[in-house]
């Protein structure tokens, strides 16, 4: 499946539309005690230079190179590709993004930061929840050479651009909107059958390089794994034993326990988590990952998401949509910021084409999709 520039937002949060499904794939194989490999700084690697200013308005060729990265590792985590002959256009999309950040950013009140700021911290947790861990969230960021305070930095600036941006627009909505979208919508807020299960995994897996152990560790830890279930079927405590045996670094410190939908977990650990019994310990079960025993928990139904978890998600939906209902007054809003800072793009190659295309609809709502877009 492919992708164009075509599918950028007019305005949004660069880390956060780029990071979300980058996350959204690693809480897709939690289980997977590998680490991950450090992706190195751009701007370790070449000499920086100014490839856009203006009255207050600076990007380095660093800044456009790590949001690319992002962006592009974003792409590949939803097994998508970018066509070549499109890298350049995307490449002066992003540019212009963080243009807009910085002239949006210049006229920014204290309210505007405050409301960034809280903002921000709401999507991180959102970020945190999906990722599944605090260490599973550091080892993304990790592979993707950056850091949560920068992550944040980041997107406290993106989020407090696109308020000011609403903010001098006068696009707001309301609680009466985000209600009346939640009740006439109700099959976007559907929350499928859930399991809290925990499991304690013996990786199969050599920790540093990821290659599969040879057959004679394989028998030493299956071995180790039929020990392990005997003593979590005589009773001991399961949890326990997760902290003390458990290779999985994303759950080990919680006793092992994940809490999943169908289609997050590779495919053994999913069947077998979802056919247990409250309480029932599984027989060892193998994956990619290694020898898995696995305890349930809970069963928690189907049902409809409670609008006040959904709210803030739903505001953000609504406001994406009125942004790309008036995004011509948008684009002249922004192009006039543009003008009076006497944006100048130093690079050649950066600057923008004469085109016909007034609007970029957006790859993925950038609300952490909460709410579900229709299937077509």
């Known amino acids: 499946m492919k992708i164009t520039t075509k599918s950028l937002a007019l305005f949004?949060?660069?880390?956060?539309?780029?990071?979300?499904?980058?996350?959204?794939?690693?809480?897709?194989?939690?289980?997977?005690?590998?680490?991950?490999?450090?992706?190195?700084?751009?701007?370790?690697?070449?000499?920086?230079?100014?490839?856009?200013?203006?009255?207050g308005v600076e990007v380095k060729r660093s800044q456009l190179d790590d949001a690319m990265v992002s962006i592009k590792s974003s792409i590949a985590a939803r097994g998508q590709d970018l066509p070549p002959d499109e890298m350049n256009r995307l490449e002066q999309q992003i540019l212009d993004r963080l243009i807009q950040v910085q002239i949006l950013l210049l006229k920014a009140t204290d309210s505007d930061k405050a409301a960034g700021k809280e903002n921000c911290a709401k999507r991180i947790d959102?970020?945190?929840?999906?990722?599944?861990?605090?260490?599973?969230?550091?080892?993304?960021?990790?592979?993707?050479?950056?850091?949560?305070?920068?992550?944040?930095?980041?997107?406290?600036?993106?989020?407090?651009?696109?308020?000011?941006?609403?903010?001098?627009?006068?696009?707001?909505?309301?609680e009466n909107d985000i209600k009346k979208f939640y009740d006439d919508n109700p099959s976007k807020f559907e929350q499928p059958e859930m399991v809290r299960a925990s499991?304690?995994?013996?990786?199969t897996r050599e920790p540093e390089t990821n290659k599969d152990l040879s057959?004679?560790?394989?028998?030493?830890?299956?071995?180790?794994?039929?020990?392990?279930?005997?003593?979590?079927?005589?009773?001991?405590?399961?949890?326990?034993?997760?902290?003390?045996?458990?290779?999985?670094?994303?759950?080990?410190?919680?006793?092992?326990?994940?809490?999943?939908?169908?289609?997050?977990?590779?495919?053994?650990?999913?069947?077998?988590?979802?056919?247990?019994?409250?309480?029932e310990i599984s027989?060892?079960?193998?994956?990619?990952?290694?020898?898995?025993?696995?305890?349930?928990s809970e069963k928690i139904p189907a049902k409809k998401v409670e609008?006040?978890?959904?709210?803030?998600?739903?505001?953000?939906?609504?406001?994406?949509?009125?942004?790309?209902?008036?995004?011509?007054?948008?684009?002249?809003?922004?192009n006039k910021l543009k003008k009076d800072s006497e944006v100048q793009i130093l690079d050649e190659s950066l600057k923008p084409k004469a085109t016909a295309e007034t609007s970029t609809p957006q790859i993925i709502p950038p609300t952490g999709a909460a709410v579900k877009p229709d299937s077509k």
Do not use: W
């Not at 399961?238 to 289609?263: I, M, N, T, V």
């Open 12 to 55: 949004g949060s660069v880390a956060a539309l780029a990071l979300a499904p980058a996350f959204d794939a690693a809480a897709a194989t939690a289980d997977s005690p590998a680490p991950a490999k450090v992706a190195p700084k751009i701007s370790d690697l070449f000499p920086d230079v100014l490839v856009a200013k203006g009255k």
């Open 126 to 174: 959102g970020i945190k929840t999906r990722a599944g861990s605090e260490e599973v969230l550091n080892r993304q960021l990790k592979a993707m050479g950056t850091t949560e305070a920068e992550l944040q930095a980041k997107m406290t600036e993106e989020i407090t651009a696109q308020t000011v941006l609403e903010r001098e627009l006068k696009i707001n909505v309301s």
């Open 199 to 203: 499991h304690i995994l013996l990786s």
């Open 215 to 279: 057959e004679d560790q394989k028998a030493a830890k299956r071995k180790k794994a039929e020990e392990v279930l005997k003593r979590a079927r005589a009773g001991e405590d399961f949890a326990k034993l997760a902290k003390e045996y458990s290779e999985d670094p994303g759950s080990k410190d919680k006793g092992g326990e994940y809490q999943f939908s169908r289609g997050q977990m590779v495919s053994e650990f999913e069947t077998t988590a979802f056919s247990l019994k409250t309480n």
């Open 283 to 296: 027989d060892i079960v193998t994956t990619q990952f290694g020898y898995h025993i696995i305890k349930l």
């Open 307 to 334: 609008l006040a978890k959904v709210a803030p998600d739903v505001k953000e939906y609504l406001l994406q949509q009125q942004m790309q209902k008036r995004q011509q007054d948008v684009q002249d809003y922004l």
